[in-house]
C-alpha cells in the first residue's frame, strides 16, 4: 500500500489579523508547519497552533521564512547564506521553546514561500538551512520540493528528508513549481487539484501548465492552509486519497 503526509502550512495568523481555519484543517492532516514570526503568525498563534496539533496527534514543524511580514514571505529578496542560517536558527528556536512548554517536540523543519523556492534551487542557501536544522537537532526532518538542491542538501548533511508534491500547484516540464505570478499556477478547482494529488501518490505524476506529466516522487502532499475553501479541500483530499488505497500518516521522526 501506498503511504503519504499529509501536510499544512498552519498558524498564519497575526495579531488581530486573520489567515485560514486552522481548526477546520487539522483533523484531516498529519503533518502541519506553524509560521515562525518571519511571514506569518505570532508567539500567541504558534503555542495555539501547537495545542491543536497535540488534540488532534499531527506532527509539528517549524516553517521559516525570509524576514517579510508585509509580503508574506513570498518575495525574493538578496540574502546570504550565513544570514539564512542564523536566521533559520532564530525561527526553530522560537517555536522549540513553546512546543517545550506544551510538552511535545519538533518533528520537521520546511522553509516557506521564498526562502523554499530560493533554497530549490540555490544549492549555498539549501546548505545553510540544513546545516542550520542538523546544528539545531539532527533528529529533525528536512522537507523540501521533490527533486531540488534543498533535499540533496538534507541528504548530504545526514538528515532525514521528506520529498514535497503540491496538489495545488502547476508544475513545469523541470519539476519546478510555476511560480504564483503566472496565469493558471494555482490549482482554484478542488476536483483537479484533488486529482493531481492522487496522481502523484499513485503514480508519481503531476500535471503541467501546458497539460503534459512530469515525474514527482514525493514522500508528503502539500495542502495550502490559505485557501479559501481549504477545510473542504483538506476533507475531500484525505477521503479521496484513502479512497485510492493510499495509507495517510507522519513519517516516523529519527529514534
Not at 482554484?188 to 508519481?204: C, F, K, L, Y
Request: glycine share 10%; with cysteine; proline share 4%.
Amino acid at each position: 500500500m501506498n503511504c503519504i503526509d499529509l501536510n499544512a502550512d498552519l498558524g498564519e495568523s497575526f495579531g488581530a489579523w486573520r489567515m485560514g481555519d486552522d481548526a477546520g484543517v487539522m483533523p484531516w492532516i498529519t503533518s502541519a508547519n506553524i509560521a515562525c514570526g518571519f511571514h506569518a503568525g505570532d508567539p500567541t498563534t504558534m503555542r495555539a497552533t501547537i495545542a491543536l496539533c497535540a488534540q488532534h496527534g499531527v506532527a509539528i514543524g517549524a516553517h521559516p521564512s525570509l524576514p517579510d511580514l508585509q509580503g508574506f514571505g513570498r518575495r525574493e529578496m538578496k540574502i546570504s547564506p550565513d544570514e539564512v542560517y542564523a536566521q533559520t536558527l532564530y525561527q526553530l528556536g522560537a517555536l522549540h521553546a513553546l512546543t517545550k512548554a506544551a510538552g511535545t517536540q519538533l518533528h520537521h523543519v520546511k522553509p516557506h514561500g521564498a526562502l523554499y523556492n530560493m533554497a530549490a534551487r540555490d544549492r549555498a542557501l539549501a546548505d545553510a538551512i540544513a546545516t542550520a536544522t542538523r546544528d539545531f537537532d539532527p533528529l529533525l526532518i528536512l522537507v523540501g520540493l521533490a527533486g531540488s538542491a534543498l533535499v540533496g542538501a538534507g541528504c548530504d548533511a545526514g538528515l532525514t528528508t521528506q520529498r514535497e508534491g503540491f496538489c495545488d500547484r502547476r508544475y513545469r516540464a523541470d519539476g519546478s513549481l510555476t511560480p504564483r505570478s503566472e496565469p493558471g499556477a494555482v490549482i482554484e478547482n478542488i476536483d483537479t487539484a484533488v486529482a493531481q494529488a492522487v496522481s502523484i501518490a499513485m503514480r508519481g505524476e503531476a500535471f503541467t501548465v501546458d497539460g503534459k506529466t512530469v515525474r514527482i516522487e514525493a514522500d508528503t502532499l502539500c495542502v495550502h492552509g490559505d485557501r479559501a475553501n481549504a477545510t473542504a479541500f483538506a476533507e475531500h483530499l484525505r477521503r479521496a486519497l484513502e479512497g485510492a488505497g493510499v495509507r495517510i500518516a507522519a513519517v516516523a521522526r529519527p529514534a
